[in-house]
């Protein structure tokens, strides 16, 4: 068997072989709760299925309570699932946020970011704009990333990007590490995928 075809899982929503790495694994806790195994690394027997909504639902539905040996799925359990999916990429995104502060690749508040993205900017970065941000603060600092070509989403409170960053409530924290930002954006398209809520702002 090839390193390829040891990668690939089948997804218990719509059926389709892909590489687990594009995939969420789920595994059932005692109980028989669906639990969303992000890292891939709980010692429970997993199934995998699609980071969309419609797989999601379709999976909880029947052929993922069937892989893990739990009990069968229904619409509640489905929407269960997509919460909890929903809020393990959200403290994935919060967790990412504290180590890109810690590695010093942080620049947070309206005034800061703005000064960053005039000195210098970078398509690989990643902006996050607070949910309940001024609509002046917001058009501002959005009118900023786009004009630098800098990827952005509205996510998160402006206490949730403060405490993240170490500081106090934030409007917007600027990740300048391209591998965080990497990770911080594809968490955030499988979130909104999930949640089948939209998607990044750019």
């Known amino acids: 068997m090839s390193p390829m075809s040891r990668s690939l899982r089948t997804c218990t929503g719509c059926g389709e072989k892909k590489e687990k790495t594009r995939m969420i694994r789920i595994v059932a806790d005692p109980s028989g709760r669906l639990i969303p195994d992000l890292k891939g690394t709980m010692p429970s027997r997993g199934a995998y299925v699609c980071p969309d909504a419609r797989c999601v639902t379709k999976a909880a539905g029947g052929r993922l309570a069937?892989?893990?040996k739990t009990a069968g799925g229904n619409v509640r359990i489905a929407r269960v699932l997509q919460d909890d999916i929903g809020a393990a990429y959200r403290r994935r995104v919060?967790?990412?946020l504290g180590q890109a502060r810690k590695s010093g690749k942080v620049t947070s508040g309206t005034s800061l970011v703005e000064g960053e993205l005039r000195r210098r900017s970078d398509g690989t970065w990643f902006g996050l704009v607070a949910e309940d941000a001024s609509p002046g603060i917001a058009e501002r600092i959005e009118g900023a990333l786009e004009a630098a070509s800098v990827p952005y989403s509205v996510f998160l409170s402006k206490d949730e990007l403060g405490d993240a960053v170490g500081?106090?409530?934030?409007?917007v924290v600027l990740v300048r590490d391209e591998g965080m930002a990497r990770v911080i954006r594809?968490?955030?398209e499988r979130f909104h995928s999930v949640l089948n809520n939209g998607g990044l702002d750019q």
């Not at 500081?167 to 409007?171: L, N």
């Open 66 to 68: 069937a892989s893990l």
């Open 94 to 96: 919060l967790s990412l």
């Open 167 to 171: 500081k106090s409530p934030r409007s």
């Open 186 to 188: 594809e968490s955030l």
